[in-house]
C-alpha cells in the first residue's frame, strides 16, 4: 500500500517513530540496533515501509532502503518467524550481518535475536540459505586489506595462498563482530585453498 513515506520525524516511541507526513503522524515500527539510534526528533527522513495486517491491528514496518524492506519479507516468510520476530533479528544486527550468517549457517550469531531460539535459526536458514548466492558474500564484505584492523593485511597471507582471499575471511568475521586478537591465530590456521569463500568462513566459525 505504501512504498516509503517522507517525512519529519515528530516522535520516538517503544520500537519505533512517529514520523508526520502531509499533517498526518504514522507510527512506523523500526529496527534500532542495540546502542544505536537511527533517527533524531526533527529530522526529515525517507522511511520506507512493509504495511502488515492481520486479523486484529494493521502495522507499518520500516526501513532506511528498499533492500532491507526485501530483507524483512523474505524473514516473516518463513515460518514461526513474524514481523515482531524479523524486527528483533534486524535490530540483533545488521543485514549484511544477518546474510553472512545465513549464508555460514551461523546459528549462534542468529539467535542473538531477542525471541529466536536454536530451532527457529536453523529453520530460518534452511529456508533462506538457497535465497542468497554464495557469491553475495563478497557484497557483504568489504574486499579490501584497507578496512582490516591495523596489521591484519599481513596476517592473511597463508603460505602461498591468496592474500586477498583471505582477508576476506578475515573481514567477514570482524563484521560478525570478532576481534582481531580471535581473527588472526584463526586464519593462520585455516588451509591454503578451499572451494569457495563461504566453506573458509564456516571453518573459521568452527575453530573460533
Known amino acids: 500500500m505504501y512504498a516509503y513515506i517522507k517525512g519529519e520525524i515528530t516522535g520516538l516511541a517503544e520500537e519505533g517513530v512517529v514520523l508526520e507526513c502531509g499533517g498526518i503522524g504514522y507510527h512506523i515500527q523500526v529496527p534500532v540496533p542495540p546502542g544505536r539510534s537511527y533517527f533524531e526528533i526533527g529530522e526529515e527522513v525517507k522511511i520506507y515501509t512493509y504495511l502488515s495486517v492481520t486479523e486484529n491491528a494493521m502495522k507499518l514496518y520500516g526501513f532506511l532502503s528498499s533492500q532491507d524492506v ?64 554464495a557469491d553475495g558474500l563478497s557484497d557483504a564484505i568489504a574486499l579490501s586489506n584497507d578496512s582490516l584492523p591495523e596489521g591484519m593485511a599481513e596476517e592473511t597471507k597463508n603460505g602461498n595462498a591468496d592474500a586477498q582471499f583471505f582477508a576476506d575471511v578475515a573481514e567477514a568475521l570482524t563484521v560478525l563482530g570478532y576481534s582481531a586478537s580471535q581473527i588472526k591465530p584463526v586464519i593462520k590456521q585455516l588451509q591454503p585453498e578451499y572451494d569457495s569463500l563461504e566453506t573458509a568462513i564456516k571453518e573459521a566459525l568452527n575453530l573460533l
Open 70 to 133: 526485501a530483507l524483512f519479507k523474505n524473514l516473516i516468510s518463513v515460518n514461526g518467524i513474524g514481523p515482531k520476530g524479523a524486527l528483533n533479528i534486524l535490530s540483533a544486527m545488521t543485514a549484511d550481518e544477518l546474510r553472512i550468517a545465513i549464508l555460514t549457517q551461523n546459528e549462534k550469531k542468529i539467535t542473538e535475536a531477542n525471541g529466536i531460539g536454536k530451532k527457529s535459526a536453523q529453520r530460518l536458514i534452511l529456508e533462506l540459505k538457497d535465497k542468497f548466492h
